[in-house]
Every structure is written in structure tokens, then in C-alpha cells.
């Protein structure tokens, strides 16, 4: 009878290690280190088209946009991710003296894609949502114009806001600027919608 051999779980001090020393960059999670992928033509022309919105309208403001580079740590759940645009507001926290792993998030803005979807939404979510400090969380599509807006509420519900063509604005209050949509998907080529079936009765 074949005996299964254990896995061995990384422990957080170990991670970073492994991290800071490696050519690539992985998420932290229960012990297990995973690769992050990487992302299509269009995902990168909206990420940095965002970084460069945000950072623009946040110019003279007491908050900074940091791209995918910089790692997030959630500390109730013991999360280290890379949000594809984070920023913060006031003073920021970070794990150590390395200063590479930000606590203190205020916006987190994720890029869809097929493979990442679910996660984004779902789990991914769940963990970000045990961020005391997170206010906003930006959902942005990579298939139309389309931005979805979680906001915090004072009883720790999360209001769906849509914003959705390039003539919209998106108001984020916990910033305090608006973000165009155009600015965000400039140069992005969308495919063509599916046409619909037609479902009236033939006679």
C-alpha cells in the first residue's frame, strides 16, 4: 500500500525568501506559493493605462497608485497577492523593513481575464473584503467598456456600482476623483459583440 507523502507548507518568513529572491512573482496562500501567469496584450494596455489615470488624477492628493509590482499582504488571512493596481491614502504600512508588502490598502483595481475571473470575483474577493483599511474594489473588464465599482458601506455591506461606455465618468469617493473610462481603455480593441438568437416564433 503506497503511502502519500506529505506537502510541505511554506511558512510566511519562507515565502518571502523564496520571493524576493525569485526571477517571477507568485501569490502566497495556506502555505502554498503560486505563479502568477502572464496576462494578455489588452490586460496590459488597461493596467497601464489605469496606472496612469489614476496616478494622474491622485497628482497633489495624499494617496499613491502602485502598479502590479508592488505585493499586498492581507493580514487576517495571511494573503500575499499583486493586485494589478493598488493604492493607498496617508501613511502606509508595510510587513518589514523591506517595505515591498503593503498592509493598508485603500483601492484594489483587478483586470479580468478568463483564467482569473471566478477567482477575482469570488474567493479573491472574499480575503480582500477582511482588509479594514480597503474602501473600493474596481472590477475592470477586458471585453467592453465596463468597470465594476464594490464600495464599503458603514455596516460593512458592499454596494455594486456599473460603469459602463467610454463617455462615462466613474466617481471613487473614498479618492475622491473621477476616472474616464476613455483614459482607462485607450487603444483597446473590443471583439465584436455576439449577436444574439433570434427567438421570435416562425409561423
Known amino acids: 500500500m503506497a503511502v502519500a507523502t506529505p506537502i510541505h507548507r511554506l511558512t510566511e518568513a519562507e ?33 497601464t ?42 501613511e502606509q504600512r508595510f510587513v518589514d523593513e523591506q517595505v515591498d508588502a503593503l498592509l493598508n490598502p485603500t483601492v484594489f483595481v483587478e483586470v479580468l481575464s478568463d483564467s ?17 483599511s480597503l474602501q473600493e474594489y474596481l472590477l475592470v473588464s477586458q471585453r467592453e467598456p465596463r468597470i465594476e465599482q464594490f464600495i464599503r458601506q458603514s455596516g460593512g455591506e458592499w454596494l455594486l456600482r456599473d460603469a459602463v461606455g467610454l463617455n462615462t465618468q466613474l466617481a471613487l ?16 480593441e473590443f471583439p465584436p459583440a455576439t449577436a444574439r438568437p433570434d427567438k421570435t416564433p416562425r409561423t
Not at 61 to 78: H, M, N, Q
Not at 117 to 128: H, I, P
Not at 173 to 188: C, D, G, M, R, Y
Open 15 to 47: 515565502y518571502l525568501k523564496l520571493e524576493r529572491q525569485a526571477d517571477f512573482k507568485s501569490e502566497f496562500f495556506g502555505g502554498e506559493m503560486s505563479a502568477r501567469s502572464g496576462g494578455s496584450r489588452w490586460h496590459s494596455l488597461i493596467a
Open 173 to 188: 469617493p473614498s479618492l475622491q476623483i473621477n476616472v474616464t473610462l476613455a483614459e482607462v481603455f485607450a487603444n483597446v
Open 49 to 90: 493605462n489605469l496606472a496612469r489615470e489614476f496616478s494622474t488624477r491622485l497628482r497633489g492628493r495624499p494617496c499613491v497608485a502602485y502598479s502590479s509590482d508592488l505585493r499586498v499582504k492581507a493580514e487576517a488571512s495571511g494573503l500575499y497577492t499583486y493586485p494589478d493596481l493598488s493604492v493607498v491614502c496617508g
Open 116 to 132: 482569473t475571473e471566478a477567482y477575482d470575483r469570488g474567493k479573491k474577493f472574499e480575503l480582500y473584503r477582511q482588509i479594514p
